[in-house]
């Protein structure tokens, strides 16, 4: 059971450059979501996802699109790569309820750096 | 509206010694509280979860944590500390009113164990 997997783990970008980070995870979760981890400042919620075809920003949701197709994957999109982008991304997944009842599987991170 | 404050970004502790993580949060309605732990390069796991039952919760890897309504707070506990409790820790709150059952993350705690 691979859990909630996340590729790339590492990616160096140029400003303006637009690349796709990806998740997928294999528990059959309907409640998928993207975070950004800066230091001092916790987990910052980008966007998230309550089942295939439906997505909702979250509070930090700017430069970033998402859509959410099948079940298992929930792929996140840079439009043009900015420093401020610079982060921790991960990707995390929980049953239906969402995380407030059941708990978050986080994949284990991509470390994005934009010069 | 919810927020979470760790009142300590790093804790130093040696080895067998008591381990204890402050956590103080608001929330507008009855909150859900979570214990999550990262290590490195590493998603994070949830080590424990409070959602109104007994204020004592017990976690994994021998943390408890005592949820104290009249101080707001959800302190996290261990009586010995070990080698692979070095981590990165981040107290959680949530209520079932938040858009997207959101998660909100305090700074996190860095938790150094010394033999």
């Known amino acids: 059971n691979a859990g909630v997997t996340q590729t790339p783990k590492f990616q160096v970008l140029k400003t303006g450059q637009s690349m796709t980070l990806q998740c997928a995870q294999d528990m059959n979760h309907e409640y998928m979501s993207w975070y950004r981890q800066d230091p001092g400042m916790g987990l910052r919620l980008i966007h998230y996802s309550v089942g295939a075809g439906i997505t909702d920003q979250g509070e930090v949701p700017n430069g970033y699109n998402v859509s959410r197709s099948t079940t298992e994957d929930f792929p996140l999109r840079l439009l043009s790569a900015a420093p401020s982008q610079t982060s921790v991304y991960f990707c995390?997944?929980?049953?239906?309820?969402?995380?407030?009842?059941?708990?978050?599987?986080f994949g284990n991170g991509t470390r994005l750096t934009v010069t | 509206a919810q927020s979470v404050t760790q009142l300590d970004s790093h804790v130093s502790v040696s080895e067998g010694t008591p381990v204890l993580l402050r956590c103080n949060y608001s929330s507008s309605y009855s909150p859900s509280l979570f214990w999550y732990v990262q290590h490195p390069n590493k998603g994070l796991q949830l080590l424990l979860k409070y959602t109104s039952a007994a204020t004592l919760v017990k976690g994994i890897n021998g943390f408890e944590a005592e949820f104290k309504k009249s101080e707001t707070s959800f302190h996290l506990t261990k009586p010995s500390a070990h080698m692979s409790d070095a981590a990165e820790y981040f107290c959680v709150v949530s209520t079932i009113k938040a858009a997207g059952n959101k998660l909100t993350f305090g700074g996190g705690t860095r938790v150094l164990v010394k033999p």
């Open positions: 995390a997944s929980s049953q239906r309820q969402g995380p407030y009842n059941s708990p978050l599987h």
